[in-house]
C-alpha cells in the first residue's frame, strides 16, 4: 500500500482530474496502471475469499500462540467462554428483569403460535425452553429473543397441512412436524457451516416488507376463530375463504360473550401497546399486558364458568417438560423428503427473521455480528429442538424489541425467560386449563399488528416504485393465496430485480461542468456542456456476458441519436465515442468481444473510439486479449478531460 | 439535453475536478444536483422501456403518414418488403452461388444429422426445405444459414430418447419429435414477441464455449459407430461408455473396409479444409468436398459392391417432399408435458446458437438485426417445420461461414439452398442408396471440429480464471454425463455468477496521484497517496438487498485495517470516512438502511461519513428517505477532491 503523504505536497502544479482541463502541454500526463498480474491460484483465492470469508474470520488468531488459539477457538463456537468471563452482578441485574419481561410476553403467545402451526400449546411452550438455552451458549447476539414466532408457525401449520391433514393424523403430524424441525436446523447450521449466509440476502427488503405484512393479516383473520368463538372454520388461509367461512357463520356461529371477552382485552392491549409507544420507559406495560390479560380472564372464566355459556377454553394442558423426541423424526421413508422440503422453506424463512433482529440490534448497540457463526448457533438450536419436541424457533422481533428496552446485556435473559417458562411447564400448567382462546386470539392480533410495516411501505414506494410492485406482489400473493405462494411471489420478484440489474446496466451521456474538468451525466448537471465532435458515454456497470450486448446497442443507439441532432442543428458531426469506464469494474470475454464488435463497426464509420480510465481488471483483460493493441495504448486515457483535450485539436483542425 | 459549448468556453479559471484541489477558496463549488422528480408512471415506464424496449423498435414509425406506417409495419414482419425492392442481378448472382455451395454442403450434413437426432436422413433434408423458405421472407441476418445442426439434433435425440426408445416405438418417437419441434417453435417466438430475447444472454460465452467443445466430441464419438462399421453400439453419450463399446468389439467388430473409406475420405476433407484456412479466395474447396466425397464414395461402393463386404450403407431415402405431420403433433395426453418440456430446452438451445450467428455475421457488415425480430422469425419457422415434417432449425455457423464467404447478399442464397433440397427430395434421393454411413460420419466429425474452440478456452483462462472453470465444468459436464448435465452445468455456472457479481462487488482504497486532484485505486496506482486522517473508500456498484450488507461489513473492514496501519505508523487517527459513489448507480432501501447503519456506527466512533459523487438516482432517494437530511447536506460533494479540501482543514487544526 502506498505511503500516506499530506495531499498538498508536490501541489506546486495544480492540475487535472476526472480530467485535464483542456488546456495544452500538461507537464504531467499519468498513463493507465496495468496491476500485477496474478497467477490463476491467487485469483482464485482472491475471488472465493471474498466471496465466502470477506470479513475474514480468523483474522484474531493470526500471530497467536496455541493455547490462546485453542482459547479464542472455544471462544469463536461458544461465545459464552467470551462474555461469561466478564459477567457481573449489574449485567445480571438487566438481564433478570428483561428475561422476566420476555417470559411474561412469551408465554401466552407460545400458546396461541402453536395453534397456527395446529400443534398443542405445550409444543409452543417446549420451544421457547429448549432452543433458548442452547442459543445463550452459541448464539452471538445479545438483544435476541429466541422462541416460536408468528409467520415461521402459520408458514410451517400451511406446508405441513398440505402433506398431513393435524386432525385425523396427529401423530404422524407431529412426527413429520419435528423432521421439519431437524432438517430446518441442519439447513440453518449448513448454510453457516459452509459460509453460504449470503443466500439469505437475497431475499430483497421490499419482497419481506410485502410478505410479512401479508402473514400478519392472515395470522390476524385466522384469529378470527378464537375471537369470534366459531367451532366451524375453513382450513384455508386465503382472505375470501377465511371471510367467508366467519360471515356464513355470523347467524349462528358467532358467541357474544367470547366477542366481548376478546374485544375488551384487545382493546386493554392496544391502550397498553399506545402507552408504550408514547413514553419510552413505561415499555413494561405492553410487555405484561398480555400476561396480566390471560390471569384476569381465565380467573374471570373460572369463577363465571363462562365456557359453560360457549366460550372456548384451552381445556387441558400437559404438565411436565420436553420428552425427547428423537426417535419420532422420520430419518427414512416417504414422509423424509417432505420433511426436508418443509424444513428448507421453514429454515430459510426463520434464518431471514433471526439475522434481520441480530444486525438490526447490533448496529444499535455497536457490536459486530458474524453472521454465518450465528447461523449455525440457531441451527444446532434448533436441531436439538427437534429432538426434544419443539418445533422451529427463531428470534422473535416483538420480544427481541421488549428484551432490548428491558436492558438485557447478554444471552442470559434467554436463559431467564427459559427457567420462567420450565417453571410454568412444571407446576403452572394446569392453570391454563380456563385460559379463553380468545384472550389468545387477542394476544397473536396485537402482536402481528406492528408486522403490517405501513411507514416501510411507503418509503418503498417513495424510492423505488419497482421495489413497491416487489413489496405488493408479495403482500397481495400472500393474502389472497397462501403464505407459499407469497412466499414464492418474494422470491422470485427479488431474483427478477437481481437479473434486471445485470442484464440493463445504466448508461449516461456526460458533459463538462463550466469551470472544471468534471464529467458527469448531463440529466443530473443540466448546464454540463457537451464537446462539439465528442460523445461521452458512461457505462455504469461491470461487462459481462448477461449485458454485454445490451451496452453495445445502447452506446450504439445513444450515438445514433446524438448524430441526429448534431446533424439538425448543424454541428460538426461526431468523431469521437469516448467511454468512461470508471464505473466498469470488470469484464469477461462476452464483454471484450462487444467492445471489439463496437470498435469495429466504429472504425467504419470513421469515428474513433477512447477508453477513460478503465480499472485495475479490465485494463489488465483489455491487455491479455489484445484489446487494447487493437485499440492503440495511445487511445486509452487517465480521466475523460485527459481524453476529451487530446481529441480537441484534431477536431479543430477540420471545422 | 444541454446546449453543445467548446469545452474552452469560460474556462479562464481552471480549477478542479474527480476533485477540486486542496487549495482554499476556490470560486466555483458545484452542489449536487438532484434530478427532477419523476411520479410512479414515468418511473416504471423508463425502466420497462430499458429492460424490453431498449432498442426503440417504434423508432422508424415515429412521424409517418399512415400509409407508410403500414409499409414499414409489414416490412419489420417481412422484410423481404424491404430488401426485395432493391433486389437485382448483382446481388442474385451473389446468392445463387453461395446458395448451391451451402446446398452442397448441407446435403450430406443433413442426413447425418438426422441420425444424431434418432430419426430417418430424410428428415434432415426435409428440415433444411421449409425452414429456410419462411426465414428467407421473416428474418433479418443476410448471412446465416438455416436448416439442422449437429448440437441440437444431438441434444434432442438426447432428451427424446429419454422418454420413447426410437428402435421399438419409432411412430411415438417420431410424433414427438415434431411436437417437440413445434414447442421450440413456440418458445422461441413468444421470447421474440414478449420482447423477453435477453433471457438468452444469461449463458455465458464461457459456459457455450465449454458446452459446444463437449457437444462437438461427445458427437464425434458417437460417429465412432458408422466410422469403424460397428453394428452395436452404446446408446449413452458419454465418453467412458462409448470408448468402452468401441473397444470391446475392437475384434470381432471393427470392419477393416469400412475404416478404410472413412479414414481415407475424412483426410480428404481434413486437407481441403486447411487448403481453405489457407486461402480465403479457395473456401469453395472445403464447401463442396463433402458432397465430393459422397459422390465418389457412393459410386465406389456401388461398383465394387462394398455393402457386401460388410460396409454399411444408407440403403433407402425416401423419394418425395415433406408430407404434412399436423395430425402428428401431440396437443394432449400425456407427452404434451413432455413434449413441451423438450421443445423449450431444444428452441433455448437452437435460439442461443442462431442468434450467436446473427450477431457475429451483422457486426461483420455493420448492419443491425434485431435480436427479438429475429426469434419471432425463427419461432415462425420451427412452428411451420414442425407442421411439415421438420425438426427443429436453427442457423448452422460452418454453413452459415461458407455462406458469407460465398459472397451472399440476401436471405436469397437460403431459398436458393431450399430449393436444390427440393429438387434433390424430388430426384435425387435414390442415387444416395449405396452411400456408406462411414462417408457420413466422417463429414459430421469434419464438421463438429470448429466447435472445439481450443483458442476461446485459451483466452478465457487467460482473461478469467472462474470463467474457465465454468467453461471446463461444462465441457467435462457434457463429455463425461451427458449434453442435458452439461447444459445444466452450464447454466447453473451462468447464474451462480450472475449472482456472485450482485452479492460480492468490489470495493477499493482511493489515494491521490500526485500533481493532480485525480482519486484512483491505490492498488492500480502505487505512487497515489492517501491523505492522513481520511479514508477514501468507492464501492463498485450499486447498493440493493443483495450486496447492502456486505458493503457495509466491507467498508468496515477497510477501516479496521487502515485503523490499525495508522496507529502501528503513529500518524493522525481516521476522522473522514469518504465514500466516492461514481459507480453506485442506484440504491434501494436495504442499501439506504445500510448507508444509515454505518453512519450510526461511525457516529459512535466519532468518524464522520462523507459521500462524493452520488448519481442522479441515489441522490434523488437519499433525499425522498431523509438520509441526506440525516447525514448533512455539507457531507455530500460533488468530486472527492472536494470533500478532501473541505476535511484537511478540520484534521490540520488538530493535528
Not at 436492558?407 to 385460559?435: D, E, H, R, W
Not at 424510492?463 to 416487489?470: I, N, R
Not at 486515457?637 to 483535450?645: K, P, R
Amino acid at each position: 500500500m502506498s505511503a500516506r503523504a499530506h495531499p498538498t505536497d508536490g501541489d506546486l502544479n495544480p492540475a487535472t482530474d476526472g480530467g485535464d482541463l483542456p488546456i495544452k502541454s500538461l507537464p504531467h500526463r499519468h498513463k493507465v496502471g496495468v496491476p500485477p498480474k496474478q497467477n490463476m491460484f491467487q485469483d482464485f483465492m482472491y475471488t472465493f475469499k471474498e466471496t465466502f470469508f470477506h470479513d475474514d474470520p480468523l483474522r484474531q488468531f493470526k500471530d497467536q500462540p496455541k493455547s490462546k488459539k485453542f482459547m479464542l477457538g472455544l471462544q469463536s463456537v461458544f461465545p459464552v467462554f467470551d462474555w461469561g468471563r466478564n459477567y457481573n452482578l449489574k449485567k445480571f441485574r438487566g438481564d433478570l428483569i428483561a428475561g422476566l419481561t420476555i417470559a411474561s410476553l412469551c408465554i401466552p403467545q407460545d400458546i396461541g403460535y402453536a395453534k397456527l402451526a395446529n400443534l398443542d400449546p405445550k409444543y409452543g411452550l417446549y420451544s421457547s425452553f429448549v432452543p433458548p438455552l442452547v442459543y445463550a451458549c452459541m448464539g452471538s447476539s445479545r438483544d435476541i429473543a429466541i422462541g416460536p414466532v408468528a409467520v415461521v408457525s402459520l408458514l410451517l401449520g400451511t406446508l405441513l397441512r398440505a402433506e398431513i391433514d393435524p386432525n385425523t393424523n396427529p401423530d404422524e403430524y407431529l412426527r413429520l412436524a419435528f423432521t421439519a424441525t431437524f432438517f430446518a436446523g441442519v439447513t440453518e447450521a449448513a448454510l453457516g457451516f459452509f459460509r453460504l449466509g449470503f443466500l439469505i440476502d437475497f431475499l430483497s427488503h421490499a419482497a419481506v416488507v410485502g410478505f410479512m405484512g401479508g402473514a400478519a393479516i392472515t395470522i390476524a383473520l385466522q384469529q378470527l376463530k378464537g375471537f369470534l368463538g366459531i367451532k366451524t372454520f375453513t382450513k384455508k388461509t386465503d382472505i375470501i375463504a377465511v371471510l367467508d367461512s366467519v360471515f356464513s357463520s355470523a347467524h349462528h356461529g358467532w358467541n357474544w360473550q367470547t366477542i366481548l371477552i376478546g374485544a375488551s382485552f384487545l382493546t386493554f392491549l392496544l391502550i397498553s401497546k399506545f402507552i408504550g409507544k408514547k413514553s419510552k420507559r413505561l415499555f413494561w406495560i405492553p410487555a405484561i399486558a398480555p400476561l396480566i390479560s390471560v390471569i384476569i380472564s381465565t380467573f374471570f372464566v373460572y369463577i363465571t364458568r363462562a365456557d359453560k355459556q360457549g366460550v372456548q377454553i384451552v381445556k387441558h394442558l400437559d404438565k411436565g417438560i420436553n420428552p425427547s423426541s428423537f426417535n419420532q423424526i422420520y430419518f427414512s421413508g416417504h414422509y423424509l423428503a417432505k420433511g426436508i422440503r418443509i424444513g428448507v422453506v421453514a429454515g430459510m424463512v426463520a434464518l431471514t427473521e433471526a439475522v434481520a433482529i441480530g444486525r438490526t440490534f447490533a448496529a444499535m448497540k455497536d457490536y459486530q455480528i458474524d453472521g454465518n457463526k450465528e447461523m449455525v448457533a440457531l441451527g444446532v438450536m434448533n436441531v436439538v429442538g427437534s429432538m426434544s419436541s419443539c418445533y422451529v424457533a427463531t428470534g422473535s422481533f416483538s420480544r427481541s424489541a421488549v428484551n432490548f428496552m428491558a436492558g438485557c446485556q447478554t444471552a442470559v435473559s434467554n436463559i431467564i425467560m427459559s427457567i420462567v417458562v420450565l417453571l410454568t411447564l412444571l407446576f403452572l400448567t394446569p392453570l391454563f386449563k380456563y385460559t379463553p382462546n380468545a384472550i389468545l386470539a387477542a394476544i397473536i392480533i396485537n402482536a402481528v399488528i406492528p408486522l403490517i410495516d405501513i411507514q416501510a411501505a411507503i418509503l418503498i414506494f417513495k424510492v423505488d416504485k419497482l421495489d413497491f410492485v416487489a413489496c405488493m406482489g408479495a403482500f397481495f400473493g400472500v393474502i389472497f393465496v397462501s403464505v407459499e405462494i407469497g412466499l414464492l411471489i418474494a422470491v422470485s420478484i427479488s431474483f427478477a430485480k437481481i437479473l434486471l440489474q445485470v442484464t440493463r446496466p445504466r448508461t449516461a451521456v456526460l458533459g463538462n461542468i463550466p469551470r472544471t474538468s468534471v464529467y458527469r451525466n448531463i440529466q443530473q448537471y443540466p448546464e454540463a456542456t457537451m464537446v462539439p465532435g465528442v460523445l461521452t458515454i458512461r457505462v455504469d456497470s461491470a461487462i459481462y456476458f448477461s449485458n454485454s450486448n445490451y451496452v453495445r446497442e445502447r452506446i450504439q443507439r445513444w450515438l445514433l441519436e446524438e448524430e441526429e441532432k448534431v446533424k439538425a442543428a448543424g454541428l460538426p458531426r461526431i468523431q469521437f465515442l469516448i467511454i468512461e469506464m470508471s464505473p466498469v469494474t470488470d469484464i469477461d470475454t462476452s464483454g471484450i468481444h462487444s467492445l471489439e464488435d463496437l470498435y469495429k463497426s466504429l472504425q467504419k464509420r470513421d469515428i474513433q473510439l477512447i477508453l477513460a480510465n478503465p480499472g485495475p481488471l479490465v485494463i489488465g483483460k483489455l491487455h491479455l486479449s489484445h484489446f487494447a493493441d487493437m485499440l492503440g495504448q495511445d487511445n486509452i486515457f487517465l480521466t475523460v478531460a485527459d481524453a476529451v483535450e487530446s481529441c480537441c485539436p484534431k477536431i479543430s483542425d477540420e471545422v
